[in-house]
């Protein structure tokens, strides 16, 4: 038994044609088609449909039926039998009565006449269909922090259109009526259509959001339907949104559900009672700027969204310099992190600014970092210590390039110089502001003037000093020893610029507070002073030796 009907599925399988299998495919997809709509979709001679319909009735793979017309005659109305679905899918469908309900049909019929106008002459009117998805694909489920929803359209449609030079996409969920739902039941539906747009559910499911179309019987109920959707309208916020997503649901109605043609050419098309009817491509054009709009407020929203968190990454490497330059291993590394991070806030502006543009190296550090804070000890990636120390390269490079391209201040020999200089030449880096100081000082003319005034000041005292001892003591010091211990009390020296002074005062003038020359810093007494830095000369001496290692190294 098994064997035979196996036999016969078969056999009614092997003598269909590809016209056949393509009308049980546009039957399986629409549920239900008419005789019309099947030679439009197709592109084939009426007769050649009419035989191919009745070869696969005869094969009990399609049925059909007429439904009663007031005048004329209708079409033929086609759907799949059990045997037929069951060739198409793959799989045996539920149980069913044998003929439609006739309402069945006629809805069914009209969803698929709109797709059939669309792509039949929605091109003539500038509107190309992409996407239709009818009944349960084009339904949609959310659960967002207001709660649950779901929208259950007849079919949604997505066109492309020409709006103002540029090609556009609009979307519509399409709600069929017969005066078969009743005004709540409509209203209810704009709302939750309402809330799927206030949501802004839409924004990762569809390229723009979709409008809710409704063709239904008769203007009377256009506009009652109309009418119920102004009723229900939120009142407007006096406060503007602060979502940049925020879209205002395009909701229409017209009566051309007997002529899906019109609905798709003609001006039949309202958004409120007293409007004047409008075609689907000018009720649609307004939705496509208004969401060319909302792209852009969202793309601006997302832009300083992403700068506001980069400048957030950046400020909580300043935060953190010493302690993530002291956990990542390096000594390059750190002194990089320390240059760039640990300044004060006053000069992180242009830091802030080489942070956004090496991004993904912050980004890396700072995803480390969080590591090694929750987990104690966590090694610093490979790559992202030798990220640092390429960027130690650039840096130290840049800054050695800046004293050895002898600007002024180095031909000048400034002593504000000597101990960036002295850093740079150790390995370490300095503060930028420290290697071009505004108006550059002659180092040499300084420390002779310095030291000119001291040995004039020195000579005086000691001239002052061997004439006040007895004649027995004078004839046994020697002016050195009054000239070293001169030195050692009255000769200050400055630990940045090593520029020396001599402190004591002239007869009649009350102390003050003694600073440096160059750079206004505190002095020492020379005996006093620690480790001096080198010259200029020498410094960049080194420099250049070690840029040359640093080059060969590379």
Known sequence: MNGGRSVATRTRIDRLCAIDHDILGLLQLHRVLTTPQLIMLTERPERTIDYRLTRLRDRSLVDRTRPYAASGSAPFYWWLTRAGARLVEGTSPAPGKGT?????????????????????????????????????????????????????????????????????????????????????????????????????IWWDRHPCCPALLLVTTSEA????????????????????????????????????VTSPEDAVVAPVWRQAVGDAPSTLSQLISPDVRQYRQVVARVEVAQRRHDEHRRRQLVHNLHRNAHALADAIGDEEAAAVIRYLFAGPLSVLNPREQWGLEHLALVEQTATWWAEARTWAG????????????????????????????????????DPRLCRPAAALAAGALVDDRDLQPGSPIDGRAVVDEAMAEHERRRSAAVARALRDLPLHRRLRTERAELEAAHDAEHLLVCPTCAVPRNDEEPPGRSYHVLACRCCSGALVRLVDAPVLPPTLAESLERIASRRTRLWDRR
Not at 232 to 251: F, G, K, M, T
Request: hydrophobic content about 40%; some cysteine; overall charge negative.
């Open 100 to 200: 439609p309900n006739p309402l069945f049909l006629r809805h069914t019929a009209a969803i698929a006449g709109l797709y059939v106008a669309l792509c039949d002459i929605g091109p003539s009117v500038g509107l190309t269909l992409s996407e239709w998805r009818r009944d349960e694909d084009a339904w949609e489920d959310w659960s967002g922090y207001r709660g649950t929803g779901r929208i259950r359209p007849d079919a949604y449609a997505e066109v492309h259109l020409d709006v103002d030079g540029q090609d556009g996409a609009a979307g519509a969920f399409v709600e069929v009526d017969f005066a078969t739902m009743d005004q709540a039941r409509l209203r209810a539906k704009v709302a939750r259509h309402r809330s799927y747009c206030t949501d802004t």
């Open 221 to 256: 109920r256009v506009n009652r339907f109309l009418a119920g959707v102004e009723k229900d309208r939120p009142r407007p916020s006096i406060y503007p949104s602060d979502n940049p997503a925020h879209y205002d649901e395009l909701v229409a109605a017209c009566a051309a």
């Open 378 to 413: 966590t090694p610093a990636p490979s790559a992202v210590v030798s990220a640092w120390r390429a960027l130690y390269r650039q840096c130290w490079s840049a800054q050695a390039d800046v004293l050895l391209s002898g600007n002024e201040a180095v031909r000048s020999a």
